[in-house]
């Protein structure tokens, strides 16, 4: 009983922070987002009758407490509905740098919810799929379709999942991902969404994600830049607003991710397609397209206090392998 599964992380272009639901992470906005090509997280489930407990393997090496714990939460699940009751060994790589601050909960449990599901002998929808990931991190339930994805928030467990709205070779889009802080974060998102509604901004932001998630959807779909880029960037921004006005405040920003801001804006106004988002973390993720990734590329390079860049294109389904 073991099965494999690859699946790539996500950047999100409409974010989800906020929880209608925290324990079955129903989020309070719909989302959107791009899976990222280049980095990809490659997982191993086998339920095993004489393990006396569950085991998680990161990058060689074992993983216990809290992290286990969440895992064996989404092993729970698949057991439930597997009836069975064997534990599980997962082992997982992440062929990107660990520690880079890319967030890397979004691909983990998406390969898991696969290789675990497989592994237990189910055949789950996309769908299923996807709501079964969510349970492990909100963003995961994002990277099991291909390409450019939606998740609706929906109101329960049944009605919020991810679907494709296009797949990966819609747009050439590329996300430069500018390394500014290796550091991993002091806050992670689950506790972030728990204290967001702390925030008085927190209301407003949500009350327009939708028109904003609608403009996004439509920029993607007609593949025009410049409104891509003004939506894509007022939504991160909001995000961090609430984010830095919520109880106890989060600040992500560091000096040098204001500069590659500011050097994005710049570009754009001078008539280069780039555009900036950022997620919980100081790394920027420096949106553009195929023609001009080379020169942006190494614009950013030129940045004091970026120390390398991840490339990444839109990338593929988590698949079993
Ligand atoms: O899936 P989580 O709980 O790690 O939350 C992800 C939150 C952001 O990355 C900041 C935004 C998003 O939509 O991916």
Redesign the pocket.
């Known amino acids: 009983m073991n099965a494999t599964a690859v699946s790539h992380p996500?950047?999100?272009f409409?974010?989800?922070?906020g929880n209608r639901d925290n324990t079955l992470?129903i989020p309070m906005n719909g989302?959107l987002?791009m899976n990222l090509d280049g980095l990809t997280t490659r997982t191993t489930v086998s339920f095993q009758p004489s393990l006396p407990f569950d085991e998680l393997i990161i990058n060689g090496h074992e993983v216990m407490g809290a992290g286990l714990k969440r895992v064996s939460e989404i092993l729970d699940l698949i057991r439930e509905k597997a009836n069975i009751d064997a534990r599980a060994e997962a082992v997982t790589e992440n062929n990107f740098p660990s520690g880079a601050g890319i967030?890397s909960?979004?691909s983990a449990f998406a390969a898991l919810a696969l290789a675990g599901s497989a592994a237990a002998g189910l055949n789950l929808s996309e769908r299923e799929l996807s709501r079964l990931a969510r349970r492990g991190?909100?963003?995961?339930s994002?990277s099991i379709p291909e390409g450019f994805v939606e998740w609706q928030a929906g109101t329960n467990d049944e009605d919020s999942f991810a679907f494709s709205i296009a797949p990966p070779n819609h747009w050439d889009l590329v996300d430069l991902i500018a390394i500014v802080s290796a550091a991993h974060k002091k806050t992670?998102?689950?506790e972030?969404?728990a204290i967001a509604p702390t925030s008085p901004l927190q209301t407003a932001r949500v009350a327009d994600a939708p028109r904003r998630l609608e403009k996004c959807r439509q920029a993607i779909l007609d593949k025009d830049f410049n409104a891509f880029a003004s939506i894509v960037e007022l939504d991160s921004d909001m995000?961090h607003a609430v984010m830095m006005t919520s109880t106890p405040a989060l600040q992500y920003w560091k000096p040098a991710s204001l500069a590659v801001m500011e050097a994005v804006r710049m570009w754009r106004a001078n008539g280069l397609p780039a555009c900036y988002t950022m997620?919980?973390g100081a790394n920027v993720h420096v949106l553009t397209l195929e023609s001009e990734a080379q020169g942006i590329e190494k614009k950013l390079r030129g940045i004091d206090g970026v120390t390398n860049i991840l490339v990444a294109r839109p990338g593929g389904m988590a698949k079993i392998v």
């Not at 409409?14 to 922070?17: E, G, L, P, S, V």
């Open positions: 996500n950047i999100a409409i974010k989800y922070w992470r989302s987002s967030a909960s979004a991190s909100g963003s995961a994002r992670g998102s689950t972030g969404h995000m997620d919980a």
